[in-house]
Nanobody, 125 residues
Framework: QVQLVESGGGAVQAGGSLRLSCAGS????????MGWFRQAPGKEREFVAA????????YYADSAKGRFTISRENAKNTMYLQMNSLKSEDTAVYHC??????????????????WGQGTQVTVSS
């Protein structure tokens, strides 16, 4: 069974940090583009960041630039999202995704074939 499982979410105060992990199983994701998306209550799911198979190309949403860092360890079939200087507007369920997205399409949910169930991040002000 192919799975992506997120972990590392939680409740923090504004200005704090969290590190999310996305562990893949059932197949190797080392050749896939991987990304993070988030969905806040009452809002549509939105793109956060994406990383190419070898980490050579990275793409951030404007809201994440300068605060979030995406990375991956292909040997562990795992991707990460380091989130610093968190704000209340970062509160959302964070989902990881993997697939054959190109750099140009990596912002779009339709470009990904595999999705995790999500991990809740709550930032209090």
């Amino acid at each position: 069974q192919v799975q992506l499982v997120e972990s590392g979410g939680g409740a923090v105060q504004a200005g704090g940090s969290l590190r999310l992990s996305c562990a893949g199983s059932g197949r190797t994701f080392r050749w896939d583009t991987m990304g993070w998306f988030r969905q806040a209550p009452g809002k549509e799911r939105e793109f956060v960041a994406a990383i190419s198979w070898n980490g050579g190309k990275i793409y951030y949403a404007d809201s994440a630039k300068g605060r979030f860092t995406i990375s991956r360890e292909n040997a562990k079939n795992t991707m990460y999202l380091q989130m610093n200087s968190l704000k209340s507007e970062d509160t959302a369920v964070y989902h990881c995704a993997a697939g054959s997205a190109t750099y140009d399409s990596s912002r779009h949910q339709q470009a990904y074939e595999y999705w995790g169930q999500g991990t809740q991040v709550t930032v209090s002000s």
